[in-house]
Each structure stands twice: as structure tokens, then as C-alpha cells.
């Protein structure tokens, strides 16, 4: 345990400062190309550049590449390749405008490197019931796990600092689990990942410096949903992921269908006068987590934010209970 | 409304719980014999289908309880 401290420690600070000391320079080269966008919450016409994408696999990559140079491990490899794989489906889709289907098919090559390293275990732990060994299913769990993670996180960037606020709470709830299941080398490698979105939440936060786009979204679903797999925490992590999860839930029984935000005709959400976010009642509109959040009366950015990550705290304490009930059979 | 959320969160654990239950209870000990090296294939992919049948069941009850308990706010 004592010989893991150093890398841990070392991989932290990498992946933070990477992608802390990245963004500026990304922010100002984005500002140089025009390539911004309009921050529609925003009162006055405020333009944000993005993606942010990649300071954020460039945070991943080195501090994943550093834990490699102490643990010659596949599972890093895989973890690494992933989120690489993810991130240039995301930076197409960045540049390019792609249909509804691009993200979710694109995204089952990059769950590709977990199968054909074989960082995988078949059987599928609940917790209380112990394990059920499935090597079917379980190959189509891989495959689709990838593209779901990577989507459900791409899907709650709708706010200011919402993605990466989200991910820093699910990550970490995540490796606290890993901790408490005593599968420490995969809880190493997977703090990086909370590190990568803490530094990437300073620039994203309300009001936000910088968008992190597809490329960056999908790079954080797709390395959680890496992390998920390879350390045998799907569960665990689906629970953490909860309230992503039942955003995208919202959204495709409402609409029935695959499609790309900018495809709806209708707003789930729009301004009062003061500028602050108020439910529609638009029928042709999807139902979301902020439409949800909204019924209540008007909030303004900052105020739904927090109540998405109240939500994602609630999850995470869930997950991580979740985590000690696997070590009890009933 | 917040408390509804919340809610529905809760009740998405549980029925995470207790799927994982059905799985490991009923489609763990689960097996096919008689048909030789394709057993362990039949079983598979039996025990898949049912699985999906299984994930296809709860996706229906959320959607159900989704409804029930966010109607009036829908609607409102």
C-alpha cells in the first residue's frame, strides 16, 4: 500500500497541472481562431470559446502515461486509448456537424481497446448477491457502456460548470469505492480523472472561460466508463452516475428517439425577464433534469447547478454505500 | 419537486439491488446440458436474453414511476 502513495500523489499533481497550466493558452489560441460560441444563459451577448477537450486528454494521457512508468499494467493502456479514441470522435463532432447517431455508434470503437486488451472480467458483482458470470452479455455491456457513459456526460453539459462539476463528484465517489473494495492500483488510476475535472471546473465554472465541448465530455464519460469496466465497479459506477443517467432517460422516453440537441424544434427551457431559467410548457420539448429542476419556479444558473450537484452528491453517497454492501453476502 | 427527484433516485437503487438480485439468484445458477460443446453457448446466450428482458422491464417501471411521480410537475 505504502509503494502506491508516490504514484497516486505524483499522477494527481501531473493531472491537475497539466490541464491547469493547459487551458489558458488553449482559451487564448481558441480566442485567435474565432472559434466561440454564445453562451445562451448568458443576459448580454457573451461568446465562449470551445472545445476544451484537448487540455483535458492532454491531462489524462500524461498523468495515465506517468502511472504507466510505475505499473506496466494493460488496464492503464486501455484506460489511455479509450479516452483517446473518445476524444477524437469528440473533436470531429466539435468541427463538424454530425448526425444524432455519429457519438453513440462512433463510440463503440472506442470500448474496442478494453476487449482486445483483455482488461475485463466476466463476471458482473452485485452487491449483498454476490456474482453471476455472463461472458455473452458481458461483451455487450463493454460495447455499450462506452458510448452510454460518454453520451450521459456530453448530455448534462447544458450549464456552466455543470459537466465538469459533476464528473469531479462521480469520479471521485468512484474512487473512494475502489478504495473500499481494496482494488487499489485501479482507485490510483482512476483519481486522475477527479484531478483532470477539478482543474478543468476552475475555467468552466459560471461564468465559463472555455466550453469543453464534445471532445472534452466524451473524453470524461468514456474514460469513467473505462475506469467502470476494467475495475469491475459498473455498478457502483452506474449508481454514481444517476442523475446523468436519468437525464438522458428524460430525454430519449420524451422524444423516443435518438437525436442531436440541435435537431429540437422545441425549448424545455427559457428566460423570464431577469434572465434567470424557467420551465416551458412547450409538449413538443423534451423533458431534461433542468425542465425537471425548474418546476419549481425560476432559478438561475448558478442555483440549478447546485441542484444538480446536490443530486450528483446524493448519488455519490449512494454508490458508496453501494461499495460496502458488496463486501456483505446475504 | 427536489424531493421528488431524490426520490426517484432512490427507488432507481433499489430496483439496481434488487435486478442484481433476480441475476444472481435466479440467472447465475442457470445452465443448459445435453448438447455438448454448445452448452456453454446456449446458456449465454439465454442467460442474455433474459437479462435484456430483464433490463426491458425495468426501463418500463421507471418510465411508469417517472410518470406518477412527476405528472402534476409536467403538467404544471
Redesign the interface.
Known amino acids: 500500500m505504502a509503494e502506491l502513495i508516490i504514484p497516486a500523489i505524483v499522477s494527481c499533481i501531473v493531472a491537475f497541472f497539466t490541464v491547469y497550466l493547459a487551458t489558458p493558452p488553449l482559451i487564448k489560441f481558441l480566442q485567435k481562431r474565432n472559434l466561440a460560441v454564445k453562451d445562451m444563459n448568458k443576459k448580454d451577448h457573451v461568446m465562449v470559446v470551445r472545445p476544451g477537450g484537448p487540455s483535458i486528454i492532454a491531462g489524462i494521457v500524461t498523468s495515465e502515461l506517468v502511472l504507466y512508468g510505475f505499473f506496466q499494467i494493460n488496464e492503464i493502456l486501455a484506460i489511455i486509448i479509450t479516452s483517446f479514441i473518445a476524444f477524437v470522435i469528440g473533436y470531429v463532432d466539435d468541427r463538424k456537424i454530425m448526425g444524432g447517431w455519429f457519438k453513440p455508434v462512433a463510440l463503440v470503437i472506442a470500448s474496442t481497446p478494453i476487449i482486445f486488451l483483455g482488461t475485463y472480467d466476466s463476471n458482473?458483482t452485485?452487491?449483498?448477491?454476490?456474482?453471476?458470470?455472463?461472458?455473452?452479455?458481458y461483451l455487450?455491456l463493454i460495447i455499450f457502456m462506452i458510448p452510454i457513459t460518454g453520451n450521459t456526460i456530453n448530455s448534462i453539459d447544458v450549464l456552466n460548470g455543470v459537466a465538469s462539476g459533476f464528473m469531479i463528484i462521480a469520479s471521485f465517489s468512484l474512487s473512494i469505492a475502489l478504495f473500499i473494495l481494496q482494488n487499489y492500483e485501479i482507485a490510483i488510476i482512476s483519481l486522475p480523472l477527479g484531478f483532470v475535472s477539478l482543474a478543468f471546473y476552475k475555467y468552466h465554472k459560471i461564468p465559463s472561460k472555455i466550453f469543453p465541448g464534445d471532445s472534452g465530455a466524451l473524453t470524461l464519460g468514456a474514460m469513467y466508463g473505462a475506469i467502470a469496466i476494467v475495475g469491475h465497479v459498473e455498478?457502483i459506477a452506474?449508481?454514481a452516475l444517476?442523475?446523468a443517467?436519468?437525464n438522458s432517460?428524460?430525454f430519449l422516453?420524451s422524444m423516443k428517439r435518438i437525436v442531436e440537441h440541435r435537431q429540437i424544434k422545441g425549448k424545455p427551457v427559457d428566460h423570464t425577464e431577469d434572465f434567470k431559467l424557467k420551465a416551458t410548457n412547450d409538449k413538443t420539448a423534451p423533458?431534461t433534469?433542468v425542465r425537471?429542476?425548474l418546476?419549481?419556479g425560476p432559478l438561475s444558473e448558478k442555483q440549478v447547478g447546485c441542484?444538480i450537484f446536490k443530486?450528483a452528491i446524493?448519488?455519490g453517497i449512494?454508490a458508496i454505500i453501494?461499495a460496502f454492501?458488496m463486501r456483505v453476502l446475504i | 419537486m427536489k424531493i421528488g427527484l431524490f426520490g426517484f433516485l432512490f427507488v432507481m437503487w433499489i430496483l439496481i439491488l434488487a435486478g442484481g438480485g433476480i441475476l444472481v439468484t435466479i440467472l447465475g445458477p442457470f445452465s443448459i446440458s445435453g448438447y455438448g460443446d454448445f452448452d456453454l453457448l446456449l446458456t449465454s446466450i439465454l442467460k442474455a436474453i433474459i437479462a435484456i428482458i430483464l433490463v426491458i422491464v425495468w426501463i418500463l417501471i421507471l418510465s411508469k414511476l417517472k410518470n406518477w411521480i412527476f405528472k402534476k410537475e409536467i403538467k404544471s
Request: aromatic residues 10%.
Open positions: 458482473l452485485f452487491p449483498l448477491f454476490g456474482t453471476v458470470q455472463i461472458p455473452a452479455l455487450g455498478i452506474a449508481i444517476l442523475p443517467i436519468i432517460f428524460l422516453s423533458i433534469l425537471l429542476i418546476t419549481g441542484e443530486l446524493f448519488s449512494l453501494t454492501m
